[in-house]
């Protein structure tokens, strides 16, 4: 699976859209990227996940480059509960019957501040 | 129901006990997860099972002996621990990822393992 590197920490005024940035520079072409959240103490949360296109959702937007090489979540209006370790991972297929590996890479430790 | 339940929430065990951790599903995910998370840390991948077998160990030492008896249930077996196995162990369900649909993976809200 590719690697992944995002930043350490980030902050972000609360009401303002948060952009998280991500890049896998080394992605193939048969892989997504998958962006979860984990709230302290809690499991991870699935957040969106993307192939090329944009992808939006009730939760996100995800922005991926024209050559896949970097990605960014944007939350358009961060909470105080968005405060939360933001991870972008690149998952493979797998062939058939394998599942599919999800491995996490150090995430971004996002801070929504009043 | 998408949710993916752990038992117990938290758990202490000593060096010679034997214990095990469960996880439950039922949104008929045939592939599941276990993650150790140390504080601090990202989830670090220890056990995939697909369709009731394993199918993925990330080189786990043998005093963690998984069990996956039925396609809504994932058992985590632990023998002879040592202290810094101490985390929080997070179990996962998700469809197989060639089933074309949403792969997302859902977790549990992990078990609280300390060693002494």
């Known amino acids: 699976d590719a690697k992944t590197t995002q930043p350490t920490s980030m902050d972000c005024a609360e009401g303002r859209a948060a952009n998280l940035p991500c890049n896998h520079s080394?992605?193939?072409?048969?892989?997504?990227v998958y962006w979860y959240r984990q709230i302290h103490s809690q499991g991870p949360q699935y957040i969106i996940h993307?192939?090329?296109n944009n992808e939006t959702n009730e939760m996100a937007s995800l922005i991926i480059t024209e050559d896949r090489k970097s990605s960014t979540l944007i939350l358009p209006h961060a909470t105080l509960r968005d405060t939360a370790v933001y991870y972008c991972?690149?998952?493979?297929?797998?062939?058939?019957?394998?599942?599919?590996?999800?491995?996490f890479g150090q995430g971004t430790e996002l801070s929504v501040k009043p | 129901d998408t949710e993916v339940t752990q038992t117990p929430k938290h758990l202490v065990m000593g060096m010679t006990n034997k214990k095990s951790l469960k996880c439950e599903q039922h949104?008929?995910?045939?592939?599941m997860y276990w993650y150790k998370q140390k504080a601090k840390k990202p989830p670090e991948l220890m056990f995939v099972y697909s369709y009731e077998k394993l199918s993925i160990n990330e080189s786990v030492p043998s005093r963690f002996s998984p069990e996956c008896p039925n396609s809504s249930l994932l058992n985590l077996h632990l023998h002879a621990l040592q202290p810094e196995d101490s985390a929080l162990y997070l179990c996962?369900?998700?469809?197989?990822?060639?089933?074309?649909?949403?792969?997302?993976?859902?977790f549990g809200q992990g078990t609280r393992l300390t060693v002494v």
């Open positions: 080394t992605i193939s072409g048969n892989e997504y």
């Open positions: 991972i690149v998952r493979s297929f797998m062939i058939y019957n394998q599942g599919g590996k999800l491995i």
């Open positions: 996962a369900s998700s469809h197989d990822i060639l089933r074309g649909e949403n792969t997302e993976a859902f």
């Open positions: 993307g192939l090329k």
């Open positions: 949104m008929g995910h045939r592939a």
